[in-house]
């Protein structure tokens, strides 16, 4: 499994990077929002995150209609080599998708919530799919257990001939909150898990290491002063 950023925050990009373990960033309007970005320093600060991590960083389009998404595609596309236009799965969004694919753009379409709309996407040339855990479990439903489905529905059929370079699609498991959430996708075999930086430092911590490290301490503290 790799580990995409779900954040806009440079300092916190740049912290994750230097773990040797980040494979890419997603962002996302209300993400941006959340640092205090302008809409005039959009592609500027999208270019910053494409300065710190040499994987894809997913740039979210806000148009609703397909030629307006298709303009934004092709603009966000051009901020670097590794943006990916992140379209959300609805009717336009699906059209922008194939139109973009057939001009060499990489597309990441979000607010995925089913099988058939993970199928669709695939078929429509997205290089990733982003189902959300996360919302189904603020609706008390299971989101893993889609993730699972559309993990498991994708990987019955060779998509590769929709896609940019011939790649198949993969899926991200997004809206993760926890660090269970992200061990239920990798069990299930979800290609990504893009998270927020306090879950993917909840990643690194467990008691038993604490603990183990505390002993580890003392004893060398003895050795110290004996």
């Known amino acids: 499994m790799k580990f995409f ?3 806009a925050d440079l300092a916190e990009i740049e912290e994750a990077a230097s773990w040797g373990a980040l494979a890419g960033v997603t962002t996302n309007p209300s993400l941006y929002a959340r640092i205090g970005g302008k809409l005039e320093d959009f592609h500027a600060h999208i270019k910053r995150i494409c300065d710190i991590v040499d994987g894809p960083v997913s740039a979210e389009s806000v148009a609703m209609t397909r030629d ?5 595609g092709l603009e966000l596309a051009e901020i670097a080599p590794n943006v990916v236009v992140k379209i959300p799965t609805m009717v336009e969004g699906l059209a922008a998708t194939r139109a973009l694919a057939d001009q060499g753009v990489s597309v990441n379409m979000t607010l995925c919530f089913s099988v058939p709309q993970a199928i669709l996407a ?6 990733y799919v982003s189902p959300f855990i996360g919302r189904f479990d603020d609706i008390s439903e299971d989101g893993l257990e889609q993730v699972g489905n559309i993990v498991q529905a994708l990987n019955n059929y060779d998509f590769s001939s929709s896609t940019v370079n011939g790649e198949q699609i993969e899926v991200i498991a997004a809206s993760v909150r926890s660090a269970n959430h992200v061990t239920q996708a990798a069990l299930m075999g979800a290609d990504i898990a893009t998270v927020p930086f306090g879950v993917l430092k909840k990643m690194v911590q467990h008691p038993l290491t604490d603990r183990g490290l505390e002993s580890f301490m003392k004893d060398w503290e003895k050795v110290q002063n004996a």
């Open 5 to 7: 950023l779900d954040t």
């Open 68 to 72: 307006e998404i298709i303009r934004d």
């Open 122 to 127: 695939a078929r429509a040339g997205a290089r």
